[in-house]
């Protein structure tokens, strides 16, 4: 991470003997005030993109195995599993309805069972303890 620190105050020290170089008090004078505020900002933007790929931490995706002890100790069915992906998707119940072609109370059924397995009392916690659990990805 220094050595990036590093690379990006020499290009801010380069970009500076840049405008040195290129004798900035002479060409401030010919062009529009506009050119180099629209220079300036291009080169942070350059600047800032790369900084942001390098130091910006890389995952990689691993394939998700679902915790099949979880669901049979805990006795969560298929059904249940489906209406958890749903809910942590961000669906609501009358989504969740259409999508699995069931009634809004029938989604409402499951959502209380699952958590009273989950022993959770809101959607939020419940999908966290199914991270937790590895019942979701």
Partial sequence: MWRTIAIYGVALAAGAFVLQWLQYQYLARTMAPEFYVVLIALGFTALGIWAGNRLTPRTVARDFQRNEAALKTLGVTEREVAVLELLAAGSS?????????????????????????????????????????????
């Fill in 93 to 137: 119940n009358k989504e969740i309805a259409r999508q699995l072609d069931i009634s809004p109370n029938t989604v409402k059924t499951h959502i209380a069972s699952l958590f009273a397995k989950l022993e959770v009392q809101r959607r939020t916690q419940a999908i966290q303890k199914a991270r937790e659990l590895k019942l979701l990805p």
